[in-house]
């Protein structure tokens, strides 16, 4: 393999595997908090793609974009609150069972309302064809958009939970439930903000890969399916290991095409998560501990 | 006013009453303990109070206002501060970051200023981290803050809960068992913190199996049975009472 294709190759993994691990973060931030994997996490992207793609002919892309992420975490919220928050104490595979519906529900409002085509927002600077040179190979300026947004979210969230007290509360919340009541922390807006911030970051991330990946009514499922694989790698509630795993399958998924056809590139995924399902249930980097911990 | 009423405060089981008709003041500034044998009702009546638990009938009146079957975050905001006998740590959080959680409820930066990091929340961030070291200052625990604090000796970790309920700034502390799994030195260490927490102007209930320690700092003293409140007196009138001395020696 020559030293341009196998930057290619890089390239293209790290920017697949940035989207993984921010859909894998949102998992993260949601399961930390109630301890349930909300399946309608894909839909965030989608919705965030799909929203700023209509709202486009009326404002110009920050904005749109920007509108489209607000616009988003308000849906999350109204899930969370519609579907969520008045049960009392729910089983984890009632939750989860709840998730699924919202997800198809999603699903299905959103063909009504976008229809079947594939949209994709334009290039954010210059467009398809226009390359930038790293080392020989040449790369779209739109996977730097990817990769920089992914990791400044990451960075901004890392300091979100470190130093802010409604970051504290949320972790606080994860730790110990009964302490962090006492502590006068309403469990229930630590749920509705968890699903607001993944909301949020997941919207995001839908409108700066949909120019590369393009956006359709029912991308979130495969995408949730691979930040599934990314986070139970990473470890569950793990973000750091989310980032490590993320990057990993991306970057495996990339060279696969090297060695078998490209139609078994999702198969990949699937196979690396029941292997790690097989060997190490609590993931790569996720402590035993931790996962017997939960309730799941 | 006192500042924790109960009044004919009922709760059963099933058939068993828990708590049957308990009633009692808790004046402000006061150390008061609530004594009596093994299930004799005193941490279901914590539950009661703090409303981790609903009574079955009964009044709890805090600062003037009923508070019976409120939810306890609820009166968590209210001024009312609790320990549990099995310590609560946030685990994944260092000593400090646990205390810092305590003093949320002052806090006002609202959910998305503080998402997006908005540069107005960050004095008081500062405010409520100094705030937090002094707690543990005052705790002496400062060498503790930024260890993990799951990790921290059994003494320290309760020394680092009662900060995170100080950090509340309540009016009333409920410490269920402070003295638990700890050996004489740190009861008497626990012994002094509670009545320094006491000289700063917070009021203090608490259940303890350790006699000499209850003795030690309470002002008065409730003698529960079978979820009945059987005596409440001045220390060493509890001591001499009768029917006190035979529940915890027998006939």
Redesign the interface.
């Known amino acids: 393999m020559t030293t341009e294709l196998f930057i290619q190759y890089l390239f293209a993994g790290i920017t697949y595997g940035s989207i993984y691990a921010i859909v894998a973060i949102g998992f993260n931030i949601i399961y930390n908090t109630t301890g349930i994997i909300n399946f309608a996490q894909g839909e965030f992207v989608m919705l965030g793609g799909m929203i700023a793609i209509s709202l486009l002919p009326f404002m110009p892309l920050p904005l749109a974009i920007g509108l489209s992420v607000l616009m988003t975490m308000v849906i999350g919220a109204l899930i969370e609150i519609v579907f969520i928050r008045w049960l009392h104490s729910p089983s984890v595979l009632r939750m989860i069972i709840i998730t699924i519906g919202i997800s198809i529900l999603t699903r299905e409002a959103a063909v009504h309302i976008w229809g079947d085509n594939i949209r994709a927002l334009p290039y954010f600077v210059g467009d398809e064809i226009t390359t930038i040179g790293v080392l020989g190979a040449r790369i779209s300026p739109q996977v730097l958009w990817v990769v920089g947004v992914c990791g400044v979210m990451v960075f901004v969230l890392h300091l979100f939970f470190k130093t802010t007290s409604v970051g504290r509360e949320m972790r606080a919340c994860a730790a110990n439930r009964t302490a962090a009541i006492l502590c006068g922390i309403n469990p229930r807006n630590m749920v509705t903000f968890s699903f607001v911030l993944s909301a949020g970051i997941g919207a995001l991330a839908g409108c700066v890969m949909s120019p590369i990946t393009y956006t359709q009514y029912d991308v979130g499922t495969g995408l949730a399916i691979k930040g599934f694989t990314v986070a139970i790698l990473g470890g569950l509630g793990n973000s750091g290991g989310a980032v490590a795993a993320g990057l990993m399958l991306g970057i495996i998924e990339a060279f696969s095409v090297s060695v078998v056809p490209l139609a078994f590139q999702d198969a990949i995924a699937i196979a690396i998560l029941l292997g790690i399902l097989f060997v190490r249930p609590h993931g790569i980097f996720g402590s035993g501990e931790a996962a017997r911990l939960k309730a799941f | 006013m006192a500042l924790l009423e109960i009044e004919k405060l009922h709760r059963n089981f099933g058939g068993l009453q828990a708590v049957s008709d308990v009633s009692f003041q808790v004046e402000s500034g006061q150390i008061k303990a609530v004594i009596g044998p093994n299930g004799a009702g005193k941490t279901t009546l914590f539950n009661l109070i703090?409303g981790a638990l609903a009574p079955s009938s009964g009044t709890v009146r805090f600062r003037d206002r009923e508070i019976q079957g409120r939810?306890?975050?609820e009166i968590?905001?209210r001024g009312m501060?609790?320990?549990?006998q099995n310590i609560?740590?946030?685990?994944?959080?260092t000593a400090l970051?646990?205390v810092?959680?305590?003093?949320?409820?002052q806090?006002k930066?609202g959910?998305l200023a503080?998402?997006l990091?908005a540069p107005w929340?960050w004095p008081?961030?500062k405010a409520?981290r100094r705030q937090s070291m002094e707690l543990l200052e005052l705790l002496e625990i400062t060498d503790c803050a930024h260890i993990e604090a799951t990790s921290l000796a059994f003494g320290q970790q309760r020394a680092v809960e009662l900060g995170?309920?100080l950090a509340?700034k309540p009016s009333l502390l409920l410490l269920d068992e402070p003295a638990a799994g700890l050996n004489i030195y740190e009861t008497a260490e626990v012994g002094r913190l509670i009545t320094r927490i006491r000289d700063l102007g917070v009021t203090v209930l608490l259940v303890e199996h350790d006699m000499s320690l209850v003795m030690d700092i309470s002002d008065e003293i409730v003698v529960l049975c079978y979820g009945q409140k059987i005596a409440e007196d001045l220390p060493a009138a509890i001591q001499q009472n009768p029917e006190v001395i035979k529940i915890y020696l027998g006939e």
């Not at chain 2, 501060?81 to 549990?84: D, E, P, V």
Request: proline letters at 3%.
């Open positions: 703090s939810q306890p975050h968590a905001v501060a609790r320990t549990y609560k740590m946030f685990s994944g959080m970051e646990n810092m959680v305590g003093c949320h409820i806090g930066a959910f503080s998402m990091h929340t008081e961030e409520i995170r309920a509340m």
